[in-house]
């Protein structure tokens, strides 16, 4: 039987009752752009997530996992090898689904839609959430062609002027375009590592999404091709929600404003960045961020 109380997005009411952490927050208020409220739980997010566990057979891999990503901002995802980030990252696009024996319980909203509703198109739900990975991986096509095959796949350009335009957009907000611009046509994979990461969040952004999922996307990267990420992603959040896994913790320091710390398939302590970094609550997190583990 479907209740009131069963709606997830009334989960964060009844929290608001039972539990210190949420209150002095109106439900529904919209996120300060350049802060988070203290706790991190922020009502009215882009993203709500409520209770999650994952499974894989029967090794559960997280424990009621709770959080709120807040719309424009970068959440980042840290925590011990293992302590379950990835696993949490692929269940807010159901990226779970294509991994076999895995299992996902709770609620994932995005705009309020819930996103585990059997009527949810998982390949239109994959456009609004894209996904960046830790190896950068271009499809063996062109430059251009990487960047034009999502707008193909989900018609959205009308025709060869518009498909031209949103390709060069991207490559330009990627800081692509400049360096690549007369050889469009040579393979993607032709690039540096730092170029090709660049090109698969071309690829990603190609299709307008709303959040991008990003796991570890400096990890095979040099440092100055990090630092170039890393410049993107703060631009990019003016237009995108984004939501990094990262084990580099001066990387979450630099370019998230609210951090997630993971442990043992646990969420442990959620908070605006800079308050995590300089006054953690939890003693598992002071440990992890002053290197005692992990
Ligand atoms: N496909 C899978 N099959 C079985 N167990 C998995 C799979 N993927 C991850 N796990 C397990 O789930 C836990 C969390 O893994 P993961 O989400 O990859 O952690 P992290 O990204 O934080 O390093 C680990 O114990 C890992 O071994
Ligand atoms: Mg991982």
């Known amino acids: 039987m479907y209740t009131e109380l069963h709606d997830p997005r009334n989960f964060s009411l009844r929290r608001v009752a039972n539990s210190g952490v949420y209150a002095g927050l109106k439900v529904g208020e919209r996120p300060m752009r350049d802060s988070v409220p203290a706790g991190g739980i922020c009502p009215g997010a882009k993203i709500i997530v409520r209770d999650i566990r994952v499974f894989y057979g029967n090794k559960q891999a997280l424990y009621d996992v709770s959080l709120d990503v807040p719309e424009n901002r970068v959440t980042a995802l840290i925590g011990p090898s293992g302590c379950g980030k990835s696993t949490f990252l692929r269940s807010l696009n ?4 294509v991994v076999e024996g895995c299992r996902v319980e709770g609620h994932v909203m995005i705009d309020g839609e819930d996103v585990y509703d059997r009527n949810v198109d998982v390949v239109k739900l994959r456009a609004r959430i894209g996904m960046v990975f830790q190896k950068p991986n271009p499809f063996p096509k062109s430059i251009y062609d990487n960047v034009a095959y999502g707008p193909r796949i989900h018609g959205i350009a009308n025709n060869r002027e ?6 060069r957009d991207c490559l330009t907000r990627v800081g692509l375009f400049e360096e690549i611009q007369d050889r469009l046509h040579d393979p993607g994979t032709s690039l540096s590592g730092g170029q090709q990461q660049r ?3 071309a690829r990603a952004i190609a299709v307008s999404p709303e959040v991008i999922l990003m796991d570890e996307p400096c990890s095979a990267l040099d440092p100055i091709a990090t630092a170039r990420i890393e410049e993107l ?3 990019l959040r ?3 929600t984004i939501v990094i896994v990262t084990h580099n913790l001066q990387q979450a320091a630099r370019v998230s404003q609210l951090t997630a710390f993971f442990h043992l398939g646990r969420l442990v302590e959620l908070d605006d960045t800079e308050r995590m970094f300089t006054n953690p609550r939890e003693t598992r997190t002071a440990d992890y961020i002053t290197g005692r583990y992990g």
């Open 94 to 97: 159901r990226m779970n689904d």
């Open 238 to 240: 003016e237009k995108f």
């Open 199 to 201: 090109l698969c969040i």
């Open 162 to 167: 518009h498909l031209d335009a949103i390709v």
């Open 233 to 235: 992603i703060d631009q």
